[in-house]
């Protein structure tokens, strides 16, 4: 079965700054996707980023920017120039690809709460 | 608006009681599935269905029953309502084409005393 690790329970971060969230995984597939979600005090969950495993590219949207090490299954966050409203908890997920049969499902971590000091 | 949408928003039962948490998705998706939120345990998979007629177990499918008789509906029943059922239920939708991902509802907070 697959595992998701953040082993960043909070994170804290000055406003502007830049922080990096920590996942990593294990898997013994070699096709998948990588999902960030966000999950502000609304408790609505709202997708970040996505990256796919077959892509060497890291995926950006924004601010927000990926590291991602497919040997190393590791797969982190960077948030640039913080603002207030990235106060969140935020979470990494798996998901297997489509060419691994009928299964659905996402895999999350525990999640790590950022704060941004004003 | 486009999406998915979860009733009740907040609901309170009595152990032993059963009820339905709705949930409907108007984007005409494909896939979909049910979580529960946990305190320090992040988002655990309960069950999912990946077409009308077809669902399957996830992480933590016990106490629980589902059905999917439309592509629109994926309704999570509580056969008899036990307090470890005390959590946040979130329905999702995902497709499967270009720029894939998961739309999740709102969420169910369930508390079973």
């Known amino acids: 079965a697959q595992t998701v690790t953040q082993s960043q329970p909070e994170m804290s971060v000055q406003e502007a700054e830049t922080v990096t969230l920590s996942c990593t995984y294990d898997t013994s597939e070699s096709d998948y996707y990588l999902f960030w979600y966000k999950q502000p005090p609304s408790r609505q969950m709202i997708l970040v980023i996505r990256q796919e495993a077959y892509k060497q590219q890291n995926a950006t949207e924004n601010r927000f920017s990926v590291n991602f090490q497919k040997a190393a299954k590791s797969f982190s966050l960077k948030i640039s120039d913080s603002q207030l409203g990235d106060a969140a908890m935020y979470f990494c997920a798996y998901r297997i690809s489509f060419s691994g049969g009928g299964a659905d499902g996402l895999t999350f971590g525990k999640g790590t709460h950022l704060i941004i000091q004003p | 608006n486009a999406g998915v949408t979860q009733t009740p928003k907040f609901q309170v039962l009595k152990t032993g009681q059963s009820m339905t948490l709705q949930c409907a998705q108007d984007?005409?998706?494909?896939?979909m599935s049910w979580y529960r939120q946990d305190p320090g345990m992040g988002l655990r998979l309960i069950h999912y269905?990946?077409?009308?007629?077809?669902?399957d177990q996830g992480e933590v499918p016990n106490g629980y029953n589902v059905s999917r008789s439309t592509t629109e509906d994926f309704p999570l029943r509580l056969l008899s309502a036990a307090p470890s059922q005390t959590s946040v239920y979130f329905c999702?939708?995902?497709?499967?084409?270009?720029?894939?991902?998961?739309?999740f509802g709102s969420g169910t907070r369930l508390t079973v005393v």
């Open positions: 999702a939708s995902s497709w499967t084409g270009q720029g894939y991902g998961y739309t």
């Open positions: 269905s990946v077409g009308a007629g077809i669902t």
């Open positions: 984007m005409n998706h494909e896939y």
